[in-house]
């Protein structure tokens, strides 16, 4: 990937269409790929979703799907015709198997969600699990990959961790990416755009920090200037 916008995934984490397009027509050619989740998805987002793509856009469609293998797939199946970039499942290994077999033949990237970035060890045992994040996410990176994946989503504490597991060719979708100095919000394992590339990430979800800007257009040139300087290393 030659440019560096490819990589900088906008969440468009607003509850109306009119705030999202406002958004977006304010970035303009700043940014070219943006995250459409559950919040945008329930006002309007998979039309605005098509819209975008029409317009040339690269979404990023973040349903984290998990149903029966058949739900799973029929649900792919719609969702890669729609001419969608990325998609989120959560990475259990018999959806996943489903996922990958729908999307067979179209250039759909599937990512499993790993563990999500806003829960730590003490979330993980209120669910009910024994591993701790970083051991669940290193298993479900080793089952991503055995299924066929296009990449995982997880914190970019883990990145270096699971490149070895995923090999060179997989993606490492990162969302929590915070400038310095920017408040966390809800999110508790996070790191900087630069600290995530060096990580081993290959593209960050950054929201906030864009969207929520008094400037969202500086906001998102300092991330992408930034990323620059990992990316694109001067002689």
């Known amino acids: 990937m030659t440019d560096v916008r490819d990589r900088l995934i906008v969440g468009l984490d607003v509850p109306t269409l009119k705030e999202a397009e406002s958004i977006v027509s304010t970035l303009g050619d700043e940014i070219s790929f943006y995250k459409i989740g559950y919040q945008l998805l329930f006002a309007g987002g998979l039309r605005f979703a098509r819209e975008l793509i029409e317009s040339e856009k690269k979404i990023f469609l973040d349903m984290k799907l998990l149903d029966i293998d058949n739900t799973v797939a029929s649900g792919v199946e719609n969702i890669a015709r729609m001419g969608v970039s990325m998609l989120t499942l959560h990475a259990y290994p018999k959806a996943m198997r489903a996922a990958v077999k729908a999307a067979a033949g179209s250039p759909l990237k599937l990512l ?22 970083e051991t669940l996410v290193l298993k479900r990176a080793k089952q991503a990959r055995e299924a066929g994946m296009g990449g995982i989503v997880c914190s970019a504490e883990e990145s270096a961790k699971v490149r070895p597991i995923l090999g060179p060719d997989m993606a490492i979708v990162t969302p929590g990416i915070r400038p310095a100095g920017a408040d966390h919000g809800d999110q508790k394992r996070v790191m900087t ?12 979800v950054v929201a906030r920090p864009i969207v929520k800007a008094g400037d969202p257009c500086e906001a998102a040139r300092a991330i992408l200037d930034e990323m620059r300087t990992v990316l694109e290393p001067k002689a």
């Open 193 to 204: 755009p630069s600290e995530a590339l060096r990580a081993g990430s290959t593209h960050l």
């Open 112 to 133: 499993g969600v790993t563990v999500l970035t806003s829960m730590d060890d003490a979330d993980l045992i209120e669910a009910g699990y024994a591993d701790t994040a």
